[in-house]
């Protein structure tokens, strides 16, 4: 078992910046990865970084913007979000595993309790 505790969330105006943080219990994964759920919307990946060699994996909507880190001595991951939109509101959410595909939902074994995101025009 795995416990995520997430952080950094907030509001913030659009061209702000916030940092996520995610601090896992353990260390018995391979994937540190972010995905996020707009109201009505499925859970969409957003990016997602290797615990060893530091790999990492993007959306398309977010390069540029956006950027993954991890630090294992603390067994934690940020996610640095730039230059944000009022798209970029959803609800965030780390996950850990080991998944054959770094952008599914269903390949991450321990999910965080969310954090919410609003970006206001």
């Known amino acids: 078992q795995v416990q995520l505790v997430e952080s950094g969330g907030g509001l913030v105006q659009a061209g702000g910046s916030l940092r996520l943080s995610c601090a896992a219990s353990r260390r018995t994964f391979s994937v540190y990865g972010w995905f996020r759920q707009a109201p009505g919307k499925e859970r969409d990946f957003v990016s997602a970084i290797s615990r060893i060699g530091g790999n990492t994996n993007y959306a398309d909507s977010v390069k540029g913007r956006f950027t993954i880190s991890r630090d294992n001595a603390k067994n934690t991951v940020y996610l640095q979000m730039n230059s944000l939109k009022p798209e970029d509101t959803a609800v965030y959410y780390c996950?850990?595993?080991?998944?054959?595909?770094?952008?599914?939902?269903?390949?991450?074994?321990?999910w965080g309790q969310g954090t919410q995101v609003t970006v206001s025009s």
């Open positions: 996950a850990v595993g080991n998944p054959g595909s770094w952008y599914s939902v269903a390949a991450y074994d321990y």
